[in-house]
């Protein structure tokens, strides 16, 4: 019940303004307060928009950001929805006035450090804002299209087109500047997908045993999760056993170690990291 409750309150528009709020805010202050200051680009659009800002002087990294963003907001239009459209239009307007309003700098010097710290803080934020049903506009909104339709994840996708972007910057930029700015977005790259998918990380678990119909009951009894009884045979002995598949939260695995080895001592367990895991007791599949 509680589970279903917190999977309605997602899909409120409230809930939404507040992922887009906190993670644009949060992205903003990793590219104004940290990278900024060192002239690191920071990849996507806004990075596009930085690297047009450091080449020309004209306007500002928001503006150049808005400018830019016209074209894919046409894009989200068309191919996504148009909640998801409204809701990228406030995660850029949110987005926009953060770095507008941010003027302090961080105390950090080292550039190694600032790449890390900034890859770090704007990770976090772009993480947020993709638990939503909306993005922060820029490059995000071509990902979720891409994701979509061809299942290639966020980060890669970004990761891809900031290297791009990265080898034009060699030809005008400094290459340490360069460099700490692949390392930038190479973190908030591996930090956005681990908060993207941080909530739907589940194990698979195969349970060996003699004793598999006691364990299965003890995990609908005590765990309250669904079991899967597969048919196996042993390739040695020919043995015919049943096999106890389980996917469970991390939170419970040890629980489920406990009842399955307090069976069955002789007990094989086969544990498995997942990606992402949908359907009833688990996470809802999210539609733009």
């Not at 003027?103 to 190694?112: E, K, M, V």
């Not at 993709?130 to 990761?159: A, C, D, K, M, P």
């Not at 034009?168 to 460099?179: F, S």
Request: aromatic share 14%; proline share 2%.
């Amino acid at each position: 019940m509680l589970a279903r409750r917190m999977r309605d309150v997602t899909m409120t528009v409230p809930w939404n303004l507040f992922l887009l709020t906190v993670g644009g805010v949060l992205f903003s202050l990793g590219l104004k307060s940290i990278a900024m200051p060192h002239a690191f680009i920071s990849g996507g659009v806004f990075g596009t928009g930085l690297y047009i800002y450091y080449a020309t002087g004209l306007f500002t990294p928001a503006v150049w950001y808005v400018l830019l963003n016209l074209p894919i907001f046409v894009v989200g239009w068309l191919c996504v929805s148009r909640r998801f459209f409204f809701y990228s239009l406030y995660g850029t307007a949110v987005t926009t006035l953060a770095a507008q309003f941010i003027t302090f700098q961080s105390s950090i010097h080292d550039p190694l450090l600032a790449a890390v710290a900034a890859g770090t803080v704007c990770g976090a934020g772009l993480g947020i804002v993709l638990r939503s049903l909306g993005s922060e506009g820029g490059l995000t909104i071509i990902s979720i299209v891409l994701h979509q339709r061809w299942n290639i994840r966020v980060g890669q996708f970004s990761f891809a087109y900031n290297f791009l972007l990265f080898m034009i910057g060699l030809a005008t930029m400094e290459t340490d500047v360069v460099l700490y700015s692949v390392i930038m977005v190479y973190t908030y790259s591996t930090v956005m997908d681990y908060v993207h998918s941080l909530f739907n990380q589940r194990k698979l678990v195969f349970i060996i045993s003699d004793c598999v119909d006691c364990i299965a009951h003890d995990v609908l009894e005590h765990l309250h999760r669904g079991v899967t009884l597969l048919e196996g045979q042993g390739a040695f002995t020919g043995r015919s056993k049943r096999v106890a598949l389980i996917v469970v939260p991390n939170i419970q695995l040890k629980r489920l170690e406990e009842l399955v080895f307090n069976a069955d001592p002789n007990a094989f367990m086969i544990i498995e990291n997942t990606f992402n895991v949908l359907g009833s007791g688990f996470s809802r599949r999210k539609v733009y």
